[in-house]
């Protein structure tokens, strides 16, 4: 397929995610799945849409630079394209302007041409500029987030976290021992090395596609290990692992026993459920059995508090702020005050489980938020509500080239 269509793919996706409330993945997924690209043209149009969307102050303090005035929504996208291609791509000039401007409808493509041309011209100069930005402007960080940076972690520590939330993530995989692991040649083949402090996880040139579809490795993050770690389950317990799905953190907690004792994993009925589901098989996963419903619902199981844990493992809906590198996108649907409706729907669920905490029972709440009010903050009100509960210890990870950023405190 020529890489015209390619950036025509390219425009459509940018446009619904905009005009949408859609998650740019699965728009992007969508498209090409309907488009039937494949792999090389796939990764042409998730890479441009992707960093579009990672870059847009830049690309917008750039436009205004070459071009100050209103300029039609349709025709931005299309700009952006081409600025994103010749700058920060370095795609050839001749090719990011000319195929860029056909995408354009006829009356506007001179518009088009001309800026494009100008930021071929100027590009040395508008690259300067970027150097000269503000951390939050030049790495394209909303600003009702960045200031909660330097103010949670000073000034330094901020720009550095700024800067490898708006870097594509590497791609790591958690070797399976419940399947056999990944062998020498998966290693050798997908040139993969070591987590530091990370056991099993790997940074790999390419997925190992036979690995992944036979069960012996799975596509995730290392920071995702350390919450089921640090609850740490023994095979003799019942264990609640709530928000479960897609998987990731239930078949730790399953290593953790051994494949033994009994995970009651639980998320809404629907494709997440699902998906649990068809992961956890794949996995070798035995020893869980997986719930739908809602956890906030009167009629959810889980009502009746009868059914008593010796360990629970809570991963609330979050912000998503230690993932920005991993979920483009998800910078851009935080509002200002993000943190308030947030806190109060995590706070609830953790309250609807904390009483199906045995006795001398342990829980472990987690986030992929680096934001304090959904982290420290929050535990300290669950505390405060449930007073014979201790904070025995947590683990707070920032982003990092080869992790996510990530929360988890136990409780217990």
Not at 121 to 143: C, G, H, T, V
Not at 218 to 228: E, F, H, K, L
Not at 231 to 250: E, I
Request: proline letters at 4%.
């Amino acid at each position: 397929m020529s890489k015209q269509i390619s950036r025509k793919i390219c425009i459509k996706i940018l446009s619904e995610w905009e005009e949408s409330s859609k998650f740019i993945d699965s728009i992007i997924e969508s498209e090409c799945d309907n488009s039937e690209l494949d792999s090389r043209d796939r990764a042409f149009v998730q890479n441009i849409t992707l960093g579009v969307i990672r870059n847009l102050t830049v690309l917008e303090n750039w436009l205004y630079e070459l071009r100050k005035g209103k300029i039609d929504s349709d025709i931005r996208r299309i700009i952006y394209l081409g600025l994103y291609q010749i700058l920060l791509m370095r795609v050839p000039d001749h090719a990011a302007v000319n195929e860029t401007v056909n995408l354009a409808r006829t009356r506007a493509r001179g518009l088009v041409n001309a800026i494009l041309r100008r930021a071929a011209r100027e590009q040395d100069q508008l690259l300067e500029n970027l150097d000269s930005m503000l951390p939050a402007d030049k790495y394209s960080i909303p600003d009702h987030i960045y200031p909660r940076w330097e103010k949670q972690f000073g000034v330094e520590e901020a720009e550095r976290i700024a800067y490898q939330s708006n870097q594509a993530a590497s791609i790591t995989v958690r070797s399976n021992p419940l399947r056999g692991g990944l062998t020498d040649k998966d290693i050798s083949d997908t040139d993969a090395s070591p987590v530091k402090d990370f056991p099993e996880f790997y940074k790999v040139k390419k997925l190992p596609f036979e690995a992944l579809n036979n069960g012996r490795c799975y596509a995730q993050d290392p920071s995702t290990s350390v919450a089921p770690n640090l609850l740490n389950p023994k095979s003799s317990h019942q264990v609640l692992d709530v928000c479960a799905a897609p998987g990731g953190k239930t078949s730790i907690l399953s290593l953790c026993m051994e494949n033994k004792g009994n995970i009651t994993a639980t998320d809404i009925e629907g494709p997440r459920s699902n998906r649990l589901k068809e992961n956890l098989k794949r996995l070798g996963v035995k020893n869980v059995t997986v719930q739908s419903g809602d956890l906030l619902s009167q009629d959810n199981f889980l009502s009746d508090q009868s059914n008593q844990y010796d360990r629970i493992l809570i991963d609330v809906p979050c912000s998503n702020t230690g993932v920005f590198r991993r979920r483009a996108d998800a910078k851009w649907r935080l509002m200002p005050g993000f943190t308030k409706d947030l806190a109060q729907l995590q706070f609830r669920m953790a309250e609807s489980v904390v009483p199906l905490l045995k006795e001398d029972g342990k829980m472990v709440y987690s986030t992929c938020s680096i934001d304090e009010a959904e982290n420290c903050q929050l535990v300290e009100k669950i505390i405060e509500k449930f007073p014979y509960l201790k904070k025995i210890d947590e683990v707070s990870l920032i982003p990092q080239d080869d992790r996510d950023g990530a929360y988890a405190a136990l409780l217990g």
